[in-house]
C-alpha cells in the first residue's frame, strides 16, 4: 500500500512515507483512508496499530509515524510521473517533525523528474515551516477546503514559497461564492463518497467553475461522489474538466 498506481483521477500513483492521521475538521467526517486503513489493520497488515474498526466505525488510534523504509521510494522510479504524496495521511501532521519532512522535501527536490503533489489540512504548521524547506517547480502544494468555515487555509498557503499552488475542494459539503484565487494555480472539485457521503449540489460546482474561468485558474472536475460514484460520473454540464498544471 505504499507506493501504488493510483485511480485518483488527478494522480498517477501514491507514496506514503508516513502512517496514521486524526480528524481535525469537519471534511475528514468519512475520511477513505481511515476507512482503508482500518481494512489494513489487521495482525502484520501495513496499517497494524495505526487504525481499527469500532462500533461507531473505522477510527484512527492516534498512531502517526514517519516510515523510513519508504522515504527513497520515488527515486527508484526512474518513469516520470504524477505522485500524490502521502494519500493516506498528512505530511504536516503535528506528529510529524521538521526534520523528516525537510527530508521529504529533499528526495522529491532529488527526484526532479516526477511532479508531487502534497496536500494538506494542516495549513498553519506548512505556512510555520514553509520558510525552511526548499520549493522545487516539481513540487505542487495545496490545501483541502470543504468549506467556508477552513477558508484561512487558502490565506496560509498563499504566502509560502511554493511554486505552485493549489486547492482540493473536496469532499465539497457547502458552497464557497467569495473565494479568494489570487496566487493560486489550480482547484480541484469534488464530492463526497463512500458510506454516509454528504450532498454536494450542483449550483455550488458550477460556481467555482465560474470562479476559476473568472480567474485564470486551472479548475479540474473529479467527480458528483455518492454512496456509488460510479454511478454518478464526472461530467459538468455534459463534459467532463481535466486541467492542470503543465
Known sequence: MATLSSKIEWTESTWN??????RVSEGCRFCYAERIAARFSGKGLAYEGFAKNTKAGP?????????????????KWKKPRRIFVNSMSDLFHEE????YIQEVFSVMEEASWHKFQVLTKRAWR???YSPKLPWPSNVWMGVSVEDNRVMDRIDDLRQTGAK???????????PLPHLDLSGIDWVIVGGES????????????VDIKDQCEKENVLFFFKQWGGTRKSKTGRELDGQTYDEMPG
Open 17 to 22: 512515507p508516513v502512517r496514521g492521521c486524526t
Open 59 to 75: 477510527q484512527w488510534t492516534h498512531k502517526v509515524d514517519p516510515i523510513r523504509a519508504l522515504l527513497n521510494e520515488p527515486l
Open 96 to 99: 510529524i517533525k521538521l526534520d
Open 126 to 128: 506548512l505556512l510555520e
Open 164 to 174: 505552485i499552488k493549489f486547492l482540493s475542494l473536496e469532499p465539497l459539503i457547502g
Open 194 to 205: 463512500g458510506p454516509g457521503a454528504r450532498e454536494m449540489k450542483e449550483e455550488w460546482v
